[in-house]
């Protein structure tokens, strides 16, 4: 295809493609469930601005191993922090999404269940990790429970 049609014609269709997409996101889905389907977007745009640096930085010569995580962090661009989020994006939205519907839909039972599944999925590096293996980012899967966030629903009869 791409021998075919120039790249330059390929990229607004892809573009609209992906709008039509996140239009009928929202408006299919229940209002209520908006911020679970921006939450589920998360990982994939930290995975797209690691990309957009990788690629600044490669254009450059150099790469972020090269230059040092510590030194691009005193710079504002945390970079380790994008690489992270956005390891595994797909199934990481997948989760962070699910977890924020069944907390809005008050099924907290299902909810931790659903983290716990995101926490097994990072201890083996299927997301949030750098490599897929056994245990190869346990400080991030156990990150949530030595830190434990308290969420105040409100009341559904206000």
Known sequence: MMALIPVVAILPILLYIRLLIGAQAFQETPHSHAPAIILAMVPQIAAWGKVQIDNALGSGG???AALGY????????????????????????????????????????QAAAFALAGAILTYFGLIHGEK????????????DVRRPIRIRLASSES
Do not use: C, N
Not at 79 to 99: D, T
Not at 132 to 143: D, K, M, N, Q
């Open 70 to 109: 510590d030194q691009l962090a005193h710079s504002s661009v945390l970079y380790h922090g994008l690489s992270v989020l956005g390891s595994g994006a797909i199934l990481a939205g997948v989760i962070l999404g699910s977890i924020t519907v069944l907390i809005i839909e008050r099924k907290l039972a």
């Open 62 to 64: 150099t790469s972020a």
């Open 132 to 143: 897929i293996g056994f245990g190869s980012s346990p400080e991030v899967a156990a990150s």
